[in-house]
């Protein structure tokens, strides 16, 4: 079942986060310090209450199977840019042992139809090079690429 997360469900998210630090240290141990999460449970319960940076959780019988944080972004009036407004996925996890069971494509189905219900164009994300199962998984969704990050380490 794919819900909005609630208060309850933050030690399972904190869970989430510390295997989505794990990837990127693995992947990036020059960028990410390992093992962390990038929110407190504190922060966490702050985020659950906002409206613009909705929270979906995959809940299996109380097990916190994966999850996805969204920013809801607008741009408008800008010179050179249309006026949009995007469904931004900042962090999509499903939990190690709940991996190629569906979760994940419910996860963002659920996200999709959320912002497809708010009116907005599309829905972005980005993806680290260094986690190549997850840029052929949102491929797999229909998802193309929209622009490139590129660095030259010094």
Not at 45 to 65: R, W, Y
């Amino acid at each position: 079942m794919i819900r909005r997360a609630e208060k309850e469900d933050i030690p399972g998210i904190l869970e989430l986060l510390l295997q989505v630090d794990m990837v990127h240290h693995r992947g990036r141990p020059d960028l990410f310090k390992g093992p962390a999460t990038k929110y407190s449970a504190e922060e966490l319960e702050s985020i659950l209450q906002e409206d613009n940076s909705p929270v979906f959780v995959c809940d299996q019988d109380g097990k916190i199977a994966g999850h996805a944080f969204c920013q809801l972004e607008e741009t408008a009036g800008n010179a050179v840019l249309r006026d949009v407004k995007t469904l931004y996925i900042d962090d999509i996890c499903v939990h190690e042992t709940c991996r190629r069971q569906g979760v994940g494509r419910a996860l963002y189905e659920h996200v999709t139809a959320y912002a497809k219900a708010l009116g907005c164009y599309h829905v972005t994300l980005n993806v680290w090079a260094c986690n190549p199962g997850a840029l052929e998984f949102y491929e797999s969704l229909g998802m193309k690429p929209m622009k490139t990050g590129m660095e030259q380490i010094l």
